[in-house]
């Protein structure tokens, strides 16, 4: 079957004729190889198969590069996935939708919901389905299932006002809700459109709920709507402000499911205190459940574990190599978690490209949480060896993992700028020091005892910011007697019959207290970031853009663009970037409401 356009789209059937035969993922994707040949054309190939159980099932793998497989998925899944590339109008359009269907599976969302870092998307996934209105809400939207674009606004309730050529607004009973922007078949969300002067789709909503002083901002195009929060400030695991959104495809969301569209778009979910808010505070207290677990593993398992493993490599008997050690330990720590949240934002190609899924933090984190009670080898070194080839490709690059070369210090193992990541890479720890140490980091236990790899995405940058403000308290010693713990947690000389914690001469971490762990109490608190944004940021970027505006006013749009992105922010006292990172959101949010201004 193929879609539109010069070398179009194609997919491709295959079957297994034996019963209960599941295909191997080296299989799928070697026939995949065979039939896609380095041609410009994307191609999805379906195998089709019969479980143990007789039930029919599909194993899907596209569209170009070298993609990973997906196994088990149910024939009507893949017949909808193929169905919306091959409606695109040309491959590039296609190759786009179907990546981003797949995406959507992996992510183990229902089918036809993607999450960008708007919502958490655990409280997607069972969350929201436990909700007293999901029936009800559920009953409301099948019957608009079969809707598109005006219409669908219709139909969910909506009444409309033109903002331009491009935009609605939507209000509900009196009350303004959201701007909605309609796309023709052509366009494309994140694209620039000559429609919009220029600038994307997203980029011109945004601007329009800015100014209009409107919370939402809702994008349609065919089957799919998407959600985006104007305000910068809004969403979980955020990124870009025409990055962080919720996306629904009618086409992919079945019936049993369709409660997503008027729970996530009908003027009642979008009012205050609506469906979407609650969504929003059900997400914020996953994630800060999920933060606290996070670090609390890290403060009394991982960094604890990893020390001890580093000093007895090293055999530190002074004060500058137990700070030595400490900083070793540390190196590993946020090489972890950089690949952690770099794999489960998209930025590593993971679920992209089979050969670095081999190594990925993520399979580790699968395989931990599948088989929870599994053993480490005191002799096997498999493990620091895997994430040694990792932390070389994110330094240096690799071609054959599609991953670039980050470079920037925290891979390196310079000798002359970074003699701990020399040190690193001179070094091997073992599967039972490394291991117990990387499943904590990755595993999540939830109150209910559930296991599951920890979802990095729904974590903000403050997050890790705490983390290593927190480390940052703690150092390592060598205990002078055997140590116990006092009730404050504070280590203190064992007495005689006492329950000794740490034997004396043992290497052992606390903070600058005594205690074995630290709070995390140095960052600056988000109500001070805020203050500080408004009263220094805001004023100097108003003035900014000012400036701007008046050259663009007189039809000097060449000054304007020359002027435009002349701003510069600087925090001479940087500690975890908790200033800087909620700057940028906000100087995107107003450099976005202007765009529009610019006539090319």
Request: proline share 6%; with cysteine; glycine share 8%.
């Amino acid at each position: 079957m193929f879609g539109h356009g010069d070398n179009a789209f194609e997919v491709a059937l295959a079957h297994i004729a034996v019963d209960g035969e599941r295909p191997r993922s080296e299989d799928v994707r070697g026939l995949w190889k065979k039939r896609q040949a380095n041609r410009p054309s994307p191609v999805l190939l379906v195998v089709i198969y019969r479980d143990r159980d007789g039930r029919p099932c599909a194993a899907v793998v596209g569209t170009s590069g070298d993609p990973s497989p997906t196994i088990g998925l149910s024939v009507g899944q893949v017949a909808r996935i193929a169905r919306a590339g091959l409606g695109e109008p040309d491959r590039h359009a296609a190759a786009r939708t179907i990546d981003r269907l797949l995406a959507g599976l992996r992510d183990q969302l229902t089918p036809g919901l993607v999450n960008s870092g708007l919502f958490a998307s655990h409280e997607l996934r069972t969350g929201v389905p436990e909700r007293p209105d999901w029936e009800s809400a559920r009953d409301a939207a099948r019957p608009l299932l079969g809707f598109r674009g005006m219409p669908l606004i219709q139909a969910l309730g909506y009444d409309t006002s033109s903002r331009g050529s491009g935009a609605l607004l939507l209000a509900h009973q009196g009350n303004n809700r959201a701007i909605a922007v309609l796309l023709d078949a052509t366009e494309v969300f994140d694209r620039p459109s000559a429609r919009f002067g220029a600038i994307s789709p997203v980029a011109h909503g945004l601007a329009l709920a800015g100014r209009e002083g409107l919370p939402w901002l809702v994008v349609l195009r065919d089957t799919q709507l998407r959600l985006y929060p104007a305000r910068p400030d809004v969403g979980v695991g955020r990124k870009g402000q025409a990055e962080t959104y919720t996306e629904l495809d009618l086409t992919l969301l079945s019936d049993d499911e369709a409660a997503y569209l008027t729970l996530l778009f009908a003027p009642d979910a979008l009012a205050p205190g609506g469906a979407v808010d609650q969504i929003l505070a059900s997400s914020q207290n996953f994630a800060a459940d999920l933060g606290r677990r996070l670090r609390e593993r890290i403060y009394d398992d991982v960094v604890p574990s990893l020390a001890l493993a580093v000093a007895a490599r090293m055999h530190p008997s002074s004060e500058e190599e137990l700070t030595d050690a400490y900083r070793r330990t540390l190196l590993i720590l946020f090489r972890l978690l950089f690949l952690a949240y770099a794999e489960d934002r998209g930025l590593l190609p993971y679920g992209r490209n089979p050969r670095y899924d081999r190594h990925a933090i993520k399979t580790l984190a699968r395989e931990f949480a599948d088989e929870p009670n599994q053993e480490f080898d005191a002799y096997a070194t498999s493990l620091w060896d895997d994430m040694q080839v990792v932390w070389s490709a994110v330094d240096e690059g690799n071609r054959g993992w599609d991953v670039p070369a980050y470079d920037g210090g925290l891979f390196s193992s310079d000798p002359d700028t970074r003699p701990s990541g020399v040190a690193l890479a001179d070094m091997r720890l073992t599967d039972a020091e490394f291991g117990p140490a990387l499943r904590a980091l990755l595993v999540d236990v939830d109150e209910d005892g559930t296991q599951g790899p920890v979802d990095f995405r729904s974590l903000t940058v403050r997050e890790f910011g705490t983390i290593y403000e927190g480390l940052l308290e703690s150092s390592l010693s060598i205990a002078p007697a055997d140590l116990t713990r006092d009730k404050g947690g504070t280590y203190v000389p064992a007495a005689p019959g006492s329950e000794v914690i740490v034997p004396a001469g043992r290497v052992y971490i606390h903070d600058r207290s005594g205690a074995r762990k630290s709070t995390g109490s140095y960052f600056t608190k988000q109500f001070a970031v805020a203050h500080l944004l408004d009263a220094a940021l805001e004023p100097a970027l108003d003035a900014h853009l000012a400036r701007v505006k008046e050259l663009l006013d007189a039809g000097d749009d060449a000054s304007a663009s020359e002027a435009f992105f002349d701003f510069r922010v600087a925090d001479l006292a940087m500690g975890s970037g908790h200033f800087l990172v909620a700057a940028i959101d906000r100087i995107e949010a107003k450099f976005t409401a202007l765009l529009p201004g610019f006539r090319s």
